[in-house]
C-alpha cells in the first residue's frame, strides 16, 4: 500500500525540533510522506521544506489547499487559530491530525465535527498519550478492578511556563487571553483523566487566577523580555464524574519541581500511581497499593510493564509523529480511532466551563460526551504498531 501523502501546516518548534513531527517520520515511510509544508514565515516554510525534502512550500493555507497534491493535513498552527484553519482543511476534504486543544470555542468544535461529518473525514486530535502503553495499561488495571471501586482522582500537568528559562522564541503568546496553562498542558491531564477512567464527566467547577500582572523571560534568545499576562495562569479543575467519583486536575504556570506521581487514583481496595510525565521506559512508570483483606495483606508493588517495551520503543521513536500514524492507520481502518473529535471536544468543554465558574461560583452541568474506548480488560495491550 503506498503511504499516505500528507501536508503540514506549520513550520515551527512543533513541526522541526527534534521530538517534532517532520524529524521522526522517517520511522514510518510506508505510511506518511510529506508534499508540502505551509508557513507565513517564508524563510521557515522554505527551510523545513529544504531540510526534509518536501516538494512545496507555501506561506499560506489556501495556496496550499489550492495545490491539493495531499490526503490529510498535520496542524500545528498556534492554539487561537487551531479552529479556523481546521475547518478550511476539512471543507477543503482532507483528514486532519490537530495538535491541542482542538479549538478554542465550543462552537468551533461543534463546527468541525459537522464538517468531517458532511464529507466522511478523519479527524484525529492530540494529545497522543493514551497511545502510551503505560495510559494503555493504567486504563485496563482500572478496568480489570485492580484497586476495586474508583473514589478520586489527582493529576497534575503544571510546571514553570515556557518564559521560564531560555524559550527558543518569544513566548509571550502562550500567556495572553486565549491560550495560557489550561490549554497548553492542562489538555494532557484532561485527556489522561477521561482516557484512563474512560468515562466523560458530568459536572465541573474550576478556579482560575492571575499569579503575576507580568512576567520577564530571564535567559535564552530573549532574555530581559517582559510582558503583561492577560490569560489566567493559576487553575485548578474539581470534576465529578458521577456515582461519587471526583478528581482534581492542575494547570498552571507555577510549578518549578514536583516528588509526587503525576496521576493518583485511589480506590476502595487500593491505589494506582502513574509517576512518569512522558513517554520515558527508564525509572518507575507503574505502581499499585493492594488491600487484601480477606488474606490480611497490604503493599506497594511495581506494575511490571517489560512486555510493553517494544511497544514503548515505537512510541519514543515517532514521538510526535504517532499522531499521523495514528491518522492513518485509522484512515486505513487497521485501528479504530482512539484521539477523537468528541474526546477532544469534551476536553475543551470541561476546560472553558471550568474558567467560567471560577466567575460565577456555581458549578454547572457538561452537555457533551464521547464513547468509551472497547478493549479486552484481561489482556495488556502493546499492539501499537500496524502493517
Known amino acids: 500500500m503506498d503511504p499516505m501523502k500528507i501536508a503540514v501546516l506549520g513550520a515551527g518548534n512543533i513541526a522541526i525540533q527534534p521530538n517534532g513531527v517532520l524529524p ?4 514510518i515511510p510506508d505510511k506518511a510522506v510529506v508534499t508540502a509544508v505551509a508557513d507565513p514565515v517564508e524563510e521557515k516554510a522554505k527551510d523545513a521544506a529544504a531540510r526534509f525534502g518536501i516538494p512545496k512550500a507555501f506561506t499560506n493555507l489556501d495556496d496550499m489547499l489550492d495545490y491539493g497534491d495531499f490526503d490529510a493535513v498535520v496542524n500545528l498552527t498556534p492554539i487561537p487559530v487551531h479552529g479556523e484553519t481546521s475547518l478550511k482543511i476539512l471543507q477543503a476534504g482532507k483528514h486532519l491530525t490537530t495538535e491541542k486543544p482542538v479549538a478554542v470555542t465550543i462552537d468551533e468544535a461543534d463546527a468541525l ?26 486504563r485496563r488495571l482500572l478496568a480489570a478492578n485492580t484497586i476495586g471501586q474508583v473514589c478520586f482522582v489527582r493529576h497534575r500537568s503544571s510546571g514553570p511556563g515556557p518564559a521560564a528559562g531560555a524559550w527558543p522564541t518569544d513566548p509571550s503568546w502562550f500567556y495572553q487571553k486565549g491560550s495560557g496553562p489550561m ?22 467547577f474550576g478556579f482560575f487566577g492571575i499569579t503575576e500582572a507580568t512576567r520577564t ?10 510582558f503583561p499576562v492577560t490569560a489566567n495562569d493559576n487553575n485548578l479543575v474539581l470534576l465529578d464524574f458521577g456515582d461519587s467519583v471526583f478528581c482534581v486536575i492542575d494547570g498552571t504556570y507555577n510549578v518549578w519541581a514536583a516528588k509526587s506521581p503525576r496521576m493518583e487514583i485511589f480506590g476502595r481496595e487500593g491505589v494506582l500511581n502513574m509517576w512518569r510525565n512522558l513517554n520515558e521506559t527508564e525509572g518507575q512508570q507503574l505502581e499499585v497499593y493492594r488491600v487484601d483483606n480477606e488474606r490480611g495483606t497490604r503493599g506497594w508493588f511495581d506494575v511490571d510493564i517489560r512486555d510493553l517495551q517494544f511497544a514503548q520503543q515505537h512510541v519514543n521513536n515517532l514521538k510526535r509523529a504517532l499522531i499521523v500514524e495514528h491518522l492513518v492507520d485509522v484512515v486505513r481502518g487497521t485501528r479504530p480511532n482512539e484521539l477523537t473529535l468528541d474526546i477532544a471536544r469534551h476536553g475543551l ?14 458549578a454547572v452541568e457538561l452537555k457533551t460526551s464521547f464513547t468509551p474506548a472497547k478493549f479486552d480488560k484481561a489482556v495488556r495491550d502493546g499492539a501499537l504498531i500496524h502493517g
Open 113 to 138: 465535527a459537522e464538517a468531517a461529518d458532511a464529507k466522511g473525514l478523519t479527524v484525529v486530535c492530540a494529545p497522543p498519550n493514551m497511545l502510551y502503553p503505560t495510559r494503555r495499561e493504567a
Open 217 to 226: 523571560v530571564p535567559s535564552g534568545p530573549v532574555a530581559g523580555l517582559t
Open 24 to 27: 521522526n517520520l522517517h520511522h
Open 349 to 362: 468543554e470541561i476546560m472553558l466551563a471550568a474558567e467560567e465558574t471560577s466567575l460565577t461560583g456555581q
Open 183 to 204: 490549554f497548553d498542558i492542562g489538555v494532557y491531564s484532561m485527556h489522561e483523566v477521561l482516557g484512563i477512567l474512560n468515562r466523560p464527566a458530568k459536572r465541573v
